[in-house]
């Protein structure tokens, strides 16, 4: 550790591995419920309606809440706001256990949405900023690509976990879902007392306390936001990085709502499609965390913006073979080679965002980023459902994967921008590959 103003400041492997150590308690409790918790909604008395807008009401909670909470966590520290992100957490997902009605579902999925807003960015900021206390200007682009890894794994396991229990059922006379959801709670607290206890961050206003701290942050977090949105004005790289974000997320709504519409249509029933997309979402993440790793080892020979068009437009054209596959071997085959794209794309896209960063607007920029993702998401799901409708599920699945590889021209100024600042130019390269 070094020591700077009075306080330790972590080396860059050790924060690396405090990075890595998080993100794995963050997702591997995500595995556990991320293909039960409609069945679960849908259990307890909810309809399919209901359900939907219970999803919705939670990203629309992420959206108006992701500037201000990250504006507020690049002012006031991450650290607090990210043991809040997970104090919430836990107080949300202990709702789901108790839920029997609409509302209880829609007040546990607003607070999931407090959740994932204040958990955006700040341990990504994190990380970034004390990585560079020791290693001004370091690129971080082998860490991110690690912690994709991490996080991809971590869900696949946590999915074969999740089918473990429900197969062991061991409560008679409860629901076989009942076992997934209590662990996914527990495991949630061990997140928290986690996050205590591993993230340590300099106080960046010694002396003064806490309430005073936070009404002063409170304050400066509408600047910050305000200089973020700013930077979309007069950095043309970072404009078009997020930009790229619509485009991926109109190709996400093919691998992650098309694909099970889909499957059905293949193998002729609802309740086949979801005896296999169990297996099939943790195969998926699974090759996630494979494409991670790759972009880490590409993105050392070729480049980051490089690995990222290469990645963007590979992912767009598996989203449009999945709509031409004729067959429920051949789609799932297709969909797991666009997941590895999806995770390769992830980590450089994500890198090269920090690159256009500074330390006081990183987790506003990382939220920047992630608001756009919600919005577009929100905006292209329903009017590719109308187009699905009016013509075919294939149709509206090869539209959306043909218009997201546009997206890969965007990171062209990011590209230009990469080639322009070599080694001669003064870039620092970390090694943070062994911890």
Known sequence: MAA????????????????LTLSFTRWFPVGLVVGLLTLWQLERGLSVAQSLTVSSAAGLTVFF????????ADAFGRRPVFITAAAVNVVASAMLIVAQSFWAFLAAAVLTGVFRALDSGPLEAWFVDTVHVSTPGADVDGSL?????VLG??????????????????FTGASALLLPVLVFVGLNLVHLLATIVLLKEPQTRAGSSALARAAASAKEAPTVVRDGL??????????GIIVVEVFWSVAMIVFETFQPIRLAELVGSEERAGAI??????GGWAVFAIGAALAGWTSRRVGAART?????????????VMGLVAGPAALIAAYSVTYLLHGSGGPMHAALLHREARSGNRATVLSMNSMVAFAAFGLCAPLLGLLAEQTSTQVAMVAAGAVSIVGALFYLPARRAERAHSPADGAVAVETATP
């Open 4 to 19: 700077e103003h009075g306080y330790a400041v972590l080396s860059p492997a050790a924060a690396r591995r405090v990075f």
């Open 65 to 72: 809440l992701e500037l201000p909470t990250s504006g507020f």
């Open 277 to 282: 997309m169990g297996p099939v979402a943790a």
């Open 230 to 239: 700013g930077l979309l004005r007069s950095n043309r790289v970072l404009r």
């Open 308 to 320: 990222a068009i290469l990645a963007r437009v590979l992912n767009g054209v598996g989203a449009v």
């Open 145 to 149: 690509a690690a912690q994709g890894t």
């Open 153 to 170: 794994s971590s869900i696949a396991a946590g999915a074969l976990v999740s089918g473990a229990l429900v197969w062991w059922h061991p």
